[in-house]
């Protein structure tokens, strides 16, 4: 019941995130179309900005699900990277369109991108360790400091999140399908092994 409770919450706090905006949304708000007297909200969440990111932490537990079927696939090491990135992106593109208002807020409020990205980035750091792992360990990859190149390659693909999903490095010539790859590739020919 508990869970239940506190699940519907999260769902209908996310269709009003999206439709009306997180600014726009209050928690009476959240509790009145759930169904629930505010007093009741309170006891699953102190503050918006904590269903807030309820909300944010449910819908990457998608991407999150998505890597791991990645870091377990049983192909080469380079395989799991290129597809690690490739859904990286795709995954947040999903996300970030599917909300429709908090689309606005993520290009909008770098500080909430940052909360957000703090939710999952400590998970992606260790599933990238993982593949950078299987390949120090397979000869493929030379890599001095495993711990500190997953922090930054994870970080390097944050910060293309806004130009994949905006698609806003096609006047460049660079469309989506190439920054993914791009970045794949320059991020994997910068820790693989020379012959």
Known sequence: MVSKTRDKFIEVARQLFARKGVENTTMND???????????????????????????????????????????????????????????FETMKEIVSRNGSLRAGFFRDVRKVDRARKIISKKEISMLYDILEEGVQQGVFEIDDMSRTAVIITHAIHGLDVPYIRDNLADQGIDKDMLSNYIATILLNGIKRST
Do not use: H, M
């Open 30 to 88: 959240i509790a009145s179309a759930s169904d629930k007297g505010r007093r009741t909200i309170y006891t699953y969440f102190k503050s918006k900005r904590d269903i807030f990111n309820a909300v944010i932490e449910r819908e990457t537990d998608q991407l999150l699900n998505k890597l791991r079927i990645i870091v377990a696939k049983p192909i080469s090491p380079e395989e799991k990277f290129y597809e690690y990135v490739n859904c990286r």
